[in-house]
């Protein structure tokens, strides 16, 4: 399923949607809720005493619900970019409006939000503090989207000489 489409968006009849990807945000629920089912079963098979599978039911059961209901959550409160010639806003249901003008420059950079294991990726001007989220957005079309409307992206860094000792 495409996961852009054209249509009106903050007033510009020619903004492209890019809609959160489908395939990332089901592919992460149901990996981990299929991961857990697999958990139940393995635990009812192996747990010699009805104790044992009393606890592997209330915790993997207790687990599969919360999982099953924040992918309810995410899909009821889905984000997009809107995307025009002007502007680059993200869109949600829990915060405000977030807008990327171009009257602040046209260069756009993918950036890496948070550190460490859990990083994600966001959308920002060049030389800007403002970030947009990407989280579930795929970020081939979010640029795709932005080409197509006439923003230019930033060049990549070069990559940082290897120094091999030996």
Known sequence: MVNAYYGP?????????????????DGLFGGLVAIFVLAFARGIAGAETSAGRIAVTVFTTAVIAILVSGWIMIVRRRS?????????????????????????????????LGSGRYRRAGLALDGS?????????????VRQACQSKGWEFAALPPAPERVVLG
């Open 9 to 25: 968006a903050g007033g510009f009849g020619d903004a492209i949607i890019v809609r959160e990807s489908r395939a990332q945000r």
């Open 80 to 112: 997009r970019l809107e995307i025009s010639r002007a502007t680059i806003s993200y869109v949600s249901r829990r915060t405000d409006r977030l807008v990327l003008s171009r009257e602040a420059g046209d260069r756009l950079q993918i950036v890496h």
């Open 129 to 141: 503090d403002q970030v947009l989220p990407l989280g579930l957005f795929s970020v081939r079309q």
